[in-house]
Nanobody, 124 residues
Framework: QVHLVQSGGGSVQSGGSLTLSCKTT?????????KAWFRQAPGKEREGVGF???????TYADFVKGRFTIYQDAARNTVYLQMNNLEPEDTAMYYC?????????????????WGQGTQVNVSS
């Protein structure tokens, strides 16, 4: 079982920033695999935020609009979601996910391992 531990959620006002952390504590021998961030608001479907591949190439959903950045620290086995210019519409539970069976080509589907989630609240 791959264990992903998240931290960094909280509450901010519109226009504020948060950085979420997702640390892999077991199950991996390197950092060359697909990692992704998702979010889910109450009563809404889960949606992909973005993902990063083994070459550190990132892909983002349209709603990100240049505000978010996914990056990783290989030495710490940690992937981050840096969120700037947050809006109330960004309020959701945010989850990280990993798929060690994929490296170069990533999609939002097929992730097997998930973090516990962290709440992000953005007020007007």
């Amino acid at each position: 079982q791959v264990h992903l531990v998240q931290s960094g959620g909280g509450s901010v006002q519109s226009g504020g920033s948060l950085t979420l952390s997702c640390k892999t504590t077991s199950g991996y021998v390197d950092n060359n695999y697909c990692k992704a961030w998702f979010r889910q608001a109450p009563g809404k479907e889960r949606e992909g935020v973005g993902f990063i591949n083994s070459g550190l190439y990132t892909t983002y959903a349209d709603f990100v609009k240049g505000r978010f950045t996914i990056y990783q620290d290989a030495a710490r086995n940690t992937v981050y979601l840096q969120m700037n210019n947050l809006e109330p519409e960004d309020t959701a539970m945010y989850y990280c996910a990993a798929d060690p069976t994929r490296a170069q080509t990533c999609t939002f589907s097929g992730f097997q391992y998930w973090g516990q989630g962290t709440q992000v609240n953005v007020s007007s």
